[in-house]
């Protein structure tokens, strides 16, 4: 949920040029990592396609190179575990 209101918040800031909008989107964008993160550390077959999901909203609006090279590594990674099927 976090990574699609940072990923709508985002879309705002730039068509409308706010800050406080900016705020918003940094703001759910930071949960959103943090949520991927513990996410993550429980990788499961249930929580799978949110962590796709999450992982491409999130890529989508990296603007730094090292956090959108961790998220295109991290969804891949997904992809192939799905893929393969996971125990």
Same mark, same amino acid.
Not at 5 to 8: D, E, N, Q, R, T
Not at 12 to 15: G, K, S
């Given at each position: 949920m976090h990574a699609l209101?940072?990923?709508?918040a985002n879309h705002? =800031?730039?068509?409308q040029s706010s800050s406080e909008t900016r705020n918003l989107q940094?703001?759910?964008g930071s949960i959103a990592l943090r949520g991927l993160h513990? =996410?993550?550390g429980s990788f499961s077959p249930a929580n799978a396609d949110a962590i796709l999901a999450a992982s491409l909203l999130m890529l989508?609006?990296?603007t730094d190179w090292l956090v959108w090279k961790l998220?295109?590594?991290g969804a891949g990674?997904?992809?192939?575990a799905g893929a393969v099927g996971l125990p």
């Open positions: 209101l940072s990923f709508s705002l =800031a730039w068509t940094i703001h759910h513990e =996410a993550i989508w609006q990296a998220l295109k590594r990674l997904t992809l192939d």
